[in-house]
């Protein structure tokens, strides 16, 4: 991460699974690119915007598997699994909607697109991935 980061990885963020924030971080540098695409153009946001968000889809998959194969494994409580489940469903449906609208000609507002990204993950780290870090440090050990 650089000093021009749009936004900056903090300690208060780790859940406490080192591979987890590490995920969280690469997610915050996908983030980033969108947002330094941003700043040099139009034309420049587009393509960047094109290739990172396609990257970023297929990433949220994966680490979105990750935590929920980790709940699953330390028998994460069933409901709290739920919504947690919940809240990467809705997630994915708002960014395949974005990636559709994009692929589709519709207008685009590639910082919205970054601070909407930015706005989530943090807010879903602080609330809901931190609902599972106090479980997983008593059941991990």
Not at 122 to 138: E, T
Request: glycine content about 4%; proline content about 2%; some cysteine.
């Amino acid at each position: 991460m650089s000093e021009r980061d749009y936004v900056k990885w903090k300690d208060e963020y780790s859940v406490g699974v080192s591979y987890i924030d590490e995920q969280h971080k690469k997610f915050l540098g996908m983030i980033n690119k969108l947002n330094e695409a941003c700043n040099q153009g139009e034309e420049t946001a587009s393509k960047v915007f094109k290739i990172t968000i396609r990257d970023l889809v297929e990433y949220v998959k994966f680490h979105f598997k990750t935590e929920e194969d980790v709940l699953i494994k330390y028998k994460y409580p069933k409901v709290d699994y739920n919504l947690h489940k919940r809240e990467h469903e809705q997630f994915m449906i708002k960014i395949l909607e974005v990636v559709s609208d994009f692929e589709g000609g519709k207008k685009f507002v590639p910082n919205q697109t970054a601070r909407f990204l930015k706005n989530w993950l943090l807010q879903h780290i602080m609330v809901v991935d931190k609902n599972y870090a106090p479980f997983l440090k008593r059941t991990m050990v």
